[in-house]
Structure formats: structure tokens, C-alpha cells
């Protein structure tokens, strides 16, 4: 090599954290869409059977749970039994529901960081579920409490908590301290999350009117690997497509 050669003429590297590396960071609205489409684009088949496996499991559990509530409510014989033994029966699919979606998230987590994906990630949730029970009705009420204060609070709350599922799985932290972190972790970043959310949700419901729905199958699990990707971002962790380096 040149020894006299200047050193603008290398080309660094792009930067790569390490793994495990948990350190709050500065989003942006184009990288992380950008980073999100490239790669679905390389496993829009996976995310598509996860997105269509998952929605039929949840009206199968809901639908076997409304019919047992009903079923159970008619031996009785009493009407305001039926309807308790429904409500009942609703809940506990309500719960499978928490339970299979934190599965999802554990699928489209791997997948944004590149890592090897299969089926079998949506039966992992068990050790995360009572932190998420617990932390979604905190999340609950906080925007809640948020809404009464003149809608807009709510959204912040909204904002501010809203990486809160994944700080569970991945840093398999409790339910408080997962809201915490997302607090953390999504300071400075609010505006650029809202123009995300804004944009995807009037993108995903244009798509789908014109599609009769049916562009669902895409616009749906994009939108649960664009949550992956936004939350490894905001704590500093690769995702599975680095930017390229600069020219």
C-alpha cells in the first residue's frame, strides 16, 4: 500500500454494534422504513404463513370458546349463565391472544436481526406473559389517564410506552421496568415514531380498501417486522440490513 496516500481514500466501514449492546438511539423516519421493506422483500413467505398461522389459531380459540360459553350456558339452562360462561369463554381466548402475539413478536424479532426463524417461535411466550399481562394494563391506563387529559398526553403515553412488549422478551425484564426503559428509549425519538405510525396506518388502510382487505396479508406482518426494527434501532442493536457505507 501507498504510504503517502490519503486517508480519505479508504472507505470506513459502516458501523455495526456489537450484540446484546442496549444503548438509546436517534431514529430515522426513512432508514427504518427503508430497512424494514428490504427485508421483507427476502422473506415476505415466512412473514406472510406466521401472519395468516396466527390469525386463524385466534378465531379458532375465539370461536371454540364463544361455542363452549353458549354450549355450557344452555345445559344450565339460564340465560345470564350463558352470557357469564361467554364472557368467561371470551377472556380466556383474549388471554391466548396476549399469549400467541407475544410469540409473533418473538418471530419478527429474530427475523430483523437476521437470525434463523421457525413456527415454533409464536408456542415461546410462556416465561414473558404475566410481565406483559401486567405491563399492557399499566400501558392501559396510563393512556387512559392520558386520553382524559385532552387526548393528546394519551398519545404521548402512547409513544413513550410503546417498546415495552419487546423490552420484555429481549431483555426479559419486569413489567414496570419495561415501561421504564421504553421512556428511555424513546426519548427524543416521538415525533419520528408518530410519522411512522401515521404513515404506515394510511398506507396500510388505502391498500387495503383497494384490495377488499386482502392486501392485509402484506400490510399486516410488514407492519409487526416494522415494530422489530424500530425497537432495535431505538436501543442501538443491528438489525439484520446495515446501512451501507458512505461513498
Not at 73 to 81: I, M, N, Q, Y
Request: aromatic residues 10%; charged residues 10%; negative net charge.
Amino acid at each position: 500500500e501507498n504510504p503517502y496516500q490519503s486517508p480519505a481514500d479508504y472507505a470506513a466501514p459502516p458501523f455495526v454494534p456489537p450484540p446484546g449492546t442496549f444503548a438509546p438511539s436517534r431514529i430515522e423516519f426513512s432508514d427504518v422504513l427503508g430497512r424494514t421493506w428490504r427485508i421483507f422483500r427476502q422473506h415476505w413467505g415466512e412473514c406472510m404463513l406466521v401472519f395468516v398461522v396466527v390469525v386463524i389459531l385466534i378465531l379458532i380459540t375465539f370461536g371454540t370458546a364463544l361455542g363452549v360459553g353458549a354450549v355450557l350456558g344452555a345445559l344450565v339452562g339460564s340465560e345470564a349463565v350463558a352470557v357469564v360462561f361467554t364472557v368467561l369463554a371470551a377472556c380466556l381466548a383474549g388471554l391466548f391472544a396476549v399469549w400467541i402475539g407475544i410469540g409473533q413478536r418473538l418471530f419478527f424479532l429474530k427475523m430483523a436481526r437476521g437470525e434463523e426463524t421457525s413456527l415454533g417461535e409464536l408456542f415461546c411466550g410462556g416465561p414473558f406473559f404475566l410481565n406483559t399481562l401486567l405491563a399492557g394494563a399499566l400501558f392501559a391506563l396510563a393512556n387512559l389517564a392520558g386520553l382524559m387529559l385532552f387526548i393528546v398526553p394519551g398519545i404521548i403515553f402512547a409513544l413513550m410506552f410503546s417498546q415495552f412488549h419487546f423490552l420484555i422478551i429481549d431483555r426479559n425484564v419486569d413489567a414496570v421496568e419495561s415501561l421504564g426503559l421504553s421512556k428511555e428509549v424513546t426519548h427524543g425519538n416521538k415525533l419520528t415514531l408518530l410519522a411512522i405510525f401515521m404513515t404506515v396506518v394510511v398506507a396500510s388502510n388505502v391498500i387495503n380498501q383497494f384490495t377488499c382487505t386482502l392486501g392485509a396479508l402484506v400490510t399486516a406482518p410488514c407492519m409487526s417486522l416494522l415494530s422489530a426494527l424500530v425497537y432495535l434501532v431505538t436501543t442501538g442493536q443491528a438489525p439484520a440490513v446495515q446501512n451501507p457505507p458512505p461513498p
